[in-house]
Nanobody
Framework: QVQLVESGGGLVQPGGSLRLSCAAS????????MRWYRQAPGKERELVAL????????DYRSSVKGRFTISRDNAKNTVYLQMNSLRPEDTAVYYC?????????????WGQGTQVTVSS
């Protein structure tokens, strides 16, 4: 069974940094792209970053480019999100996501989320 477990969230001041981790199991991690999403209170869930299976290509939503870095360690079945220069508008629950092929279909899987709060 697919499992995604996020960690690393917390309370930081504007301009601070956090590194989120997502530990994955239940699928062949190294063959799938991974994604980070976030959802702020009262807002829709939005894609933050993605990384290809080998880690050779990454992409980000415009508002986090230059500040966030997604990476992965396939030997550890873990994907990371390094967040620098954090702003109050980055406050959200951050979710790890993967779309896994199983029984002839693709199914989205989500972690439980980790809270990131940027505030003075």
């Amino acid at each position: 069974q697919v499992q995604l477990v996020e960690s690393g969230g917390g309370l930081v001041q504007p301009g601070g940094s956090l590194r989120l981790s997502c530990a994955a199991s239940g699928f062949t991690f190294s063959t799938y792209p991974m994604r980070w999403y976030r959802q702020a209170p009262g807002k829709e869930r939005e894609l933050v970053a993605l990384i290809t299976s080998s880690g050779d290509t990454t992409d980000y939503r415009s508002s986090v480019k230059g500040r966030f870095t997604i990476s992965r360690d396939n030997a550890k079945n873990t994907v990371y999100l390094q967040m620098n220069s954090l702003r109050p508008e980055d406050t959200a629950v951050y979710y790890c996501n993967v779309e896994v092929f199983r029984l002839g279909d693709f199914v989205n899987h989500w972690g439980q989320g980790t809270q990131v709060t940027v505030s003075s």
